[in-house]
């Protein structure tokens, strides 16, 4: 099957005074190209990812980039043959990423940048401490080798874990590489700890989807999975889909092990969500993949296959603090 849909995963850091004016123009270039996904719109910047035609996608991007203040505004694409975004949706935000930290800007300071071809020889080095600074369902299916878990199930749990790591705080010299999926989180997360006063921060350029583009798989120090805040689920070395695929009812990645267990009923219930789950949520979740089920199988779509219900409260929080706007980092 051709891959006929570009998704652009896309954010910048920088003064948007005016961002509340660009909502309702940039809702219309995008239905009226056929794209779908999510933007995130606020006084520090941009953040999304969006999906649709090729030809689509570049008319959103060249209307972005028409602005001087985003004219360097940088992007990654890939492709798949179905439309990972059954949805647009253009919102206004506080924060493009959420952290919660009053007098944090990440257009005056952040780490130093890394690019993926030097990230395995920074990361090497015993005296540099690797943080994975994403959500702990999406560390679960993947990370580089030796990073460090915080555990946390939201962006703006991680400034009390970093405050909870005495050995850290107590040696503001100690050299700090952290990453996350596209590059967002690193610099929200390396503009906090050289805040802190920290003097040696690092972040991955461009993320692991960067990462997993550039190096060949017999170089890297990745290990599994990518997870992706669209249909897709999970990305590969070269960005190929992964073999994770989503819980319908909670919206978990899956493993292969997940999938085998007694708990796990396609559209209904998997070993994360099962407990929280009542008789009665089983049958609206039934129903409702019954009607998924059968719209597809007449090769129509069905909106309820893009419905996220409410999350377990392990899952409740996305990477940037809500479950509906997690559009890439």
Same mark, same amino acid.
């Given at each position: ?11 910048? !850091?920088?003064? @948007? +005074? ?7 123009? $940039? &809702? /219309? ?125 939201? !962006?703006?749990? @991680? +400034? ?7 050995? $850290? &705080? /107590? ?129 129509? +779509? ?28």
């Amino acid at each position: 099957m051709t891959a006929a849909y570009l998704t652009a995963a896309l954010y910048q !850091f920088v003064d @948007l +005074p005016d961002h509340a004016e660009w909502r309702e123009p $940039l &809702q /219309a270039l995008c239905a009226s190209h056929g794209v779908k996904g999510t933007l995130l719109l606020a006084r520090e910047g941009i953040n999304g990812t969006i999906a649709g035609p090729e030809a689509g996608v570049r008319a959103v991007l060249d209307w972005l980039r028409r602005d001087p203040r985003l004219a360097r505004l940088q992007h990654k694409e890939s492709w798949s043959p179905t439309p990972p975004f059954h949805r647009l949706k253009v919102r206004l935000k506080r924060e493009i990423v959420t952290l919660g930290v009053p007098g944090l800007d990440p257009t005056r300071t952040v780490g130093e940048y890394v690019k993926p071809a030097d990230w395995n020889a920074l990361i090497g080095q015993p005296d540099v401490l690797l943080i994975d600074t994403r959500n702990d369902y999406e560390v679960k299916i993947g990370s580089f080798e030796g990073a460090i878990n915080p555990g946390i199930r939201s !962006f703006t749990e @991680l +400034p009390a874990w970093l405050a909870q790591q005495q050995a $850290l &705080q /107590a040696d503001r010299k100690t050299r700090v590489a952290m990453f996350c999926t596209g590059g967002i989180r690193c610099e929200k997360s390396t503009a906090l700890l050289k805040m802190q006063g920290f003097e040696s921060v690092y972040h991955l350029e461009g993320g692991i989807l960067k990462y997993l583009e550039e190096v060949p798989p017999e170089q890297s120090r990745w290990r599994g999975e990518c997870f992706v805040f669209d249909e897709r689920v999970s990305m590969g070395h070269g960005l190929r889909p992964g073999a994770s695929s989503l819980c319908r009812s909670c919206r978990w990645p899956l493993s292969d092990e997940d999938r085998r267990s007694p708990l796990y009923q396609e559209g209904v219930s998997c070993p994360h969500c099962h407990a929280q789950r009542s008789d009665e949520d089983r049958a609206r979740l039934a129903e409702r993949h019954r009607q998924v089920e059968l719209a597809r199988r007449r090769g129509r +779509p069905h909106i309820g296959s893009a419905v996220q219900p409410t999350r377990p409260p392990q899952a409740a929080q996305t990477q940037n603090g809500s479950a509906s706007d997690s559009p890439t980092d």
